[in-house]
Antibody, heavy 125, light 107 residues
């Protein structure tokens, strides 16, 4: 059974930093693309970044709202995904989900096969 | 960025009845469309991909259809566990985008 367990959320002031972690089990982590997706009541579900496998180059991609501020990394020896969030803004307040991500032939973007339970990040002074 | 529009925002249905949810893309996404179910306090769960393929373990009462810009998720006979919010997501273009969701509630 696939399990994704996020941790590291909390309250942080605008301009601050936070690192989220996601412990994965039940599948071969090193073979999986992984993404972070966030959810807010106002904007709904929003993809915030993806990392490919090491054999696939370990490439990361981000949408414009977080590019340059968020960094995804992975430690395949620990089956763990990370999201380093810097220069946080109030609009980054959300529940952040770790997802196992599928590349689809013929498509440019991705599907999200499995999701963790989420960790809440609140950016407020 | 492709905008996904779901309708209605809320659908009130009695158990055992049929529910039809719509999702429209602002430009063609071919058949690269997924549906997710989310229950209160839980993460979304992939239900349908490729517009019409059920994910592992999803009951046959769920069916998806459509291509291009118009898509439908049909629940043939609503069970108590089906009352939830359903999101569509296009993954044809970059970045993948989600609709705002349709809440299926008990009538």
């Amino acid at each position: 059974e696939v399990q994704l367990v996020e941790s590291g959320g909390g309250l942080v002031k605008p301009g601050g930093s936070l690192r989220l972690s996601c412990a994965a089990s039940g599948f071969t982590f090193s073979n999986a693309w992984m993404s972070w997706v966030r959810q807010t009541p106002g904007k709904g579900l929003e993809w915030v970044g993806r990392i490919k496998t090491k054999t696939g180059g370990g490439t990361t991609d981000y949408p414009a709202p977080v590019k340059g501020r968020f960094t995804i990394s992975r430690d395949d020896s620990k089956n763990t995904l990370y999201l380093q969030m810097n220069s946080l803004k109030t609009e980054d307040t959300a529940v952040y989900y770790c997802t196992r991500t599928r590349e689809v032939s013929g498509a440019i973007s991705m599907l999200y096969d499995d999701w963790g339970q989420g960790t809440r990040v609140t950016v407020s002074s | 960025e492709i905008v996904m529009t779901q309708s209605p925002a809320t659908l009130s249905v009695s158990p055992g009845e049929r529910a039809t949810l719509s999702c429209r893309a602002s430009q063609s996404v071919s058949s690269n469309l997924g549906w997710y179910q989310q229950k209160p306090g839980q993460a979304p769960r992939l239900f349908i991909y490729g517009a019409s393929t059920r994910a592992t373990g999803i009951p046959a009462r769920f069916s998806g259809s459509g291509s291009g810009t118009e898509f439908t998720l049909t629940i043939s006979s609503l069970q108590s566990e089906d009352f939830a919010v359903y999101y569509c997501q296009q993954y044809n273009n970059w970045p993948g985008t989600f609709g705002q969701g349709t809440k299926v509630e008990i009538k």
